[in-house]
């Protein structure tokens, strides 16, 4: 068994896929990890016939595997596939077209071999989230400093920014059952969350991004991705859901979602359905204060 397991589902981008694979075995072998880092592939049954290329080209590497889906069976439950048929100490689900640094996985190798975390976070710039470049190198021991500290909905939604353990993963049939949301993988961190407050995070990375994602390239609804992170946030206990909102609201007006607020009748609605209206009114008096900016 790997100590890291990196998982990349993908779907008809066999040419995004070649160039993350090609910079991973790069890293891999430069830092000499090939026994302790390993890569699976799981292909959503793609039409694309530039899968067979990377098979034939990469199976040699010991490293290296390849799964086929023999349906399509969707993005989030691709995703959650992973954490419920995969062996590994650590799971890294990578998109298959982030802008990737590797220059941390060292690091990343020794804190998994030598300390005890359930989470590691790798600071990351997201293209329409201001707050994600004021996250720094650290070490967060309770659930309260992690929801307090990871309230960007794109720090715990970029998955690729993710790296989680067993422990967690454990609470993967969370994350099955709310794959609607988009986020099955939130789903099963904010479980973990909720139900141990003695978990530990590790912020990668120092001051400087390893990950670059433009959500500009986004495939997905806005809407639908945002409505389904707030409904996550619903699903915890009292105490962790207060904290979870309250800082939220705090980082609001610095995140593409605030504007998307009040554009969009039916996310308006999702919202209140979610948090009820004390939140808007909390949400509104901010905006008052000048405490949040739109735009």
């Keep these: ?57 990469y199976s040699s590497k010991k490293y290296f595997s390849y799964v086929r889906q023999t349906v399509n069976i ?3 439950a691709n995703i959650t596939f992973g954490f419920s048929n995969l062996d590994f100490e650590y799971i890294w689900v990578l998109s298959d077209d982030d802008t990737l640094d590797l220059s941390f996985i060292p690091k990343l190798m020794s804190y998994i071999q030598n ?18 470049d004021e996250i720094h190198g650290g070490e967060l021991n309770n659930s309260k400093n992690i929801l307090e500290t990871y309230s960007c909905f794109a720090m715990l939604g970029l998955i690729s920014a993710n790296i989680y353990s067993k422990r967690i993963c454990k609470y993967c049939y ?77 980082d609001f007006g610095r995140s593409h979602i605030f504007n998307l607020f009040f554009s969009d009748r039916l996310f308006r609605f999702y919202y209140i359905n979610s948090f009820g209206y004390l939140a808007l009114w909390k949400l509104l008096v901010k905006v008052f204060h000048g405490k949040l900016k739109i735009g």
């Design 174 to 250: 969370v994350g099955y059952d709310l794959c609607w949301t988009l986020f099955p993988h939130v789903a099963m961190f904010l479980e973990m969350v909720d139900k141990n407050t003695d978990i530990k995070s590790r912020i990668l990375g120092g001051n400087e991004n390893k990950l670059v994602w433009d959500g500009r390239r986004r495939s997905y609804s806005p809407r639908n991705a945002y409505a389904g992170m707030m409904r996550l946030g619903g699903e915890l206990s009292p105490a962790n859901r207060t904290v979870f909102l309250n800082t939220m609201l705090n």
């Design 1 to 57: 068994m790997c100590s890291l397991t990196i998982y990349i589902p993908s779907y008809n981008r066999s040419e995004y896929l070649t160039r993350t694979l090609n910079h991973l075995c790069t890293s891999i072998e430069r830092f000499g990890l090939e026994s302790e880092v390993c890569i699976v592939v799981s292909d959503n049954c793609s039409e694309d016939s530039g899968y067979s290329e990377i098979v034939e080209n």
């Design 115 to 132: 300390e005890t975390f359930d989470h590691f976070y790798i600071r990351s710039s997201i293209t329409g989230d201001s707050r994600c």
């Design 74 to 76: 969707g993005l989030a």
